[in-house]
């Protein structure tokens, strides 16, 4: 599979260990950056990210900053991106089952390598649950929602 990740500096070192990882499980990963620890800004790694989906360019994205939050909060600002924050297997694969979720975001200050790693597998592994119709429904209702607000933002 094809994805995009990006973080802010506080993700940074996580970001490219979980970067080689994928890498070794044959998924082409495109980095957005940051490429070092120099203090950067989330909001701009969020957008990379988002942007970078919206484009096409990849249909899911991973997002790392220090705790999740900062990140989190600014991909979702963005319509067509829907982050969720998962420390967890069984968050990072329902995310996507149930919400078709097209972002994981983890803290770096958070979880360990290990977890990371689990997370992103299962991540990536999910698809969205479209033959349920609660999900479908759902799913129309947060796009309904998006819509809504993305009309009336300035």
Do not use: W
């Amino acid at each position: 599979m094809k994805l995009v990740i990006g973080s802010d500096h506080a993700g940074y070192l996580l970001k490219e260990d979980v970067r080689a990882y994928l890498a070794t499980k044959g998924h082409e990963v495109v980095d957005l950056g940051v490429h070092s620890t120099v203090p950067s800004d989330y909001p701009d790694a969020a957008e990379a990210v988002g942007d970078a989906i919206n484009a096409g360019v990849a249909d899911k994205g991973i997002l790392i900053c220090g705790s999740g939050v900062g990140v989190c909060v600014a991909a979702n600002k963005i319509p067509g991106i829907r982050a969720g924050m998962c420390h967890d297997h069984y968050s990072a694969h329902q995310g996507v089952e149930h919400d078709q979720m097209n972002v994981l975001v983890v803290g770096a200050r958070v979880i360990g390598v290990e977890t990371a790693h689990d997370v992103a597998d299962a991540f990536l592994a999910a698809h969205f649950v479209a033959t349920e119709e609660r999900f479908v429904r759902r799913y129309n209702k947060l796009l309904a929602i998006e819509a809504k607000y993305s009309k009336a933002a300035p």
